[in-house]
C-alpha cells in the first residue's frame, strides 16, 4: 500500500518557487533527498514553472518562465485577484498555474491586499472558524465545499476569483452590490476544478447554455450512480 504524502501541493509549490534544486525542494519538505523521478512527476501533475530548477522538467520547454520577478510585481499590483493575476500574465487560469503563481506571489512577499474580499490571503494566515481544508482538496472533480456559495465566497476571500461578474466586470448596479453567483460552466456542480469555475452577475447567469441546468449533461455523481 503505498505511503501518504506528508505534504501538500501548495508546500510543493512553496518548495519548488524558493528552491534552486530538487535535493532543496526535498529539504523544504522535511524529505531524504532522493526517489527524484516521483518529484518530478508531482512537479509534472501540478505544471508548476521548475525552469530554474536543473533537471527538474527535462526536455519540456513548455515549462519555460515567459515572465520576470518584475513582471509578477506588476501584475499583482495591477490586479483584484490570482485570477486576474494569471491573466495578465497571458495563461489560463487553472489549479496548477494558480498554485504556481501563489508560490511565487508568497516567495516574493507580494502586498495582495489590494484583492477581492480584502484579505491578504498570500500570507499564509489562518483564521479562527473559518474552513482551513487545502484548496487542492477542494478544486477538483466530485469536489465538495457545503453549498455553492459557501465555495464563491471562499474563492473570493482567497483572492482567487474576482469580486465582480468576470463576463461583464459589473461589481454594482445602480449603487447596489450586484448578487453574485459560482457558475460551472460545464453544468456538472460536482466539477469544482478552477477552470470549471466562474463568478458571474444575475443577468450574464441567466444567458448560460447551463443555467438552470439547461443542458442536460450526466454529472459526476450521477455516473458514479450508474456504475460507469
Given amino acids: ?18 528552491s534552486r534544486t530538487l535535493s532543496e525542494v526535498h529539504r523544504r519538505l ?6 527524484y523521478d516521483t518529484m518530478r512527476a508531482h512537479i509534472a501533475r501540478l505544471g508548476l514553472d ?7 522538467v527535462a526536455g519540456d520547454t513548455r515549462r519555460t518562465r515567459t515572465w520576470t520577478d518584475n513582471d509578477l510585481a506588476a501584475a499583482v499590483a495591477a490586479g483584484r485577484s490570482v485570477h ?19 508560490a511565487h506571489i ?15 490571503w498570500a500570507r499564509g494566515r489562518r483564521f ?19 453549498s455553492g456559495s459557501s465555495l464563491r465566497r471562499r474563492l473570493i476571500r482567497d483572492g482567487i476569483k474576482p469580486d465582480h461578474c468576470e463576463e461583464c466586470g459589473l461589481r454594482e448596479w445602480r449603487g447596489r452590490a450586484l448578487p453574485l453567483a459560482l457558475d460551472h460552466v460545464n453544468g456538472d456542480h460536482t466539477d469544482n476544478r478552477l477552470e470549471n469555475l466562474r463568478i458571474l452577475c444575475p443577468n450574464c447567469h441567466a444567458i448560460t447554455d447551463t ?10 455523481s450521477n455516473w458514479q450512480r450508474a456504475g460507469a
Avoid at 88 to 101: A, D, E, K, Q
Fill in 211 to 220: 443555467w438552470c441546468r439547461r443542458k442536460s449533461q450526466p454529472t459526476y
Fill in 50 to 56: 521548475a525552469a530554474h530548477i536543473p533537471r527538474a
Fill in 1 to 18: 500500500m503505498p505511503r501518504s504524502r506528508s505534504w501538500t501541493d501548495e508546500q510543493l509549490a512553496a518548495a519548488v518557487a524558493a
Fill in 84 to 102: 486576474d493575476v494569471l491573466r495578465r500574465l497571458g495563461y489560463t487560469p487553472n489549479g496548477g498555474m494558480f498554485r504556481n503563481i501563489t
Fill in 30 to 35: 522535511g524529505l531524504r533527498p532522493g526517489k
Fill in 128 to 146: 479562527p472558524g473559518r474552513n482551513s481544508r487545502p484548496l487542492d482538496e477542494l478544486l477538483v472533480v466530485g469536489g465538495t465545499f457545503g
Fill in 106 to 120: 508568497r516567495r516574493l512577499e507580494l502586498d495582495t491586499s489590494h484583492f477581492g474580499g480584502g484579505q491578504a
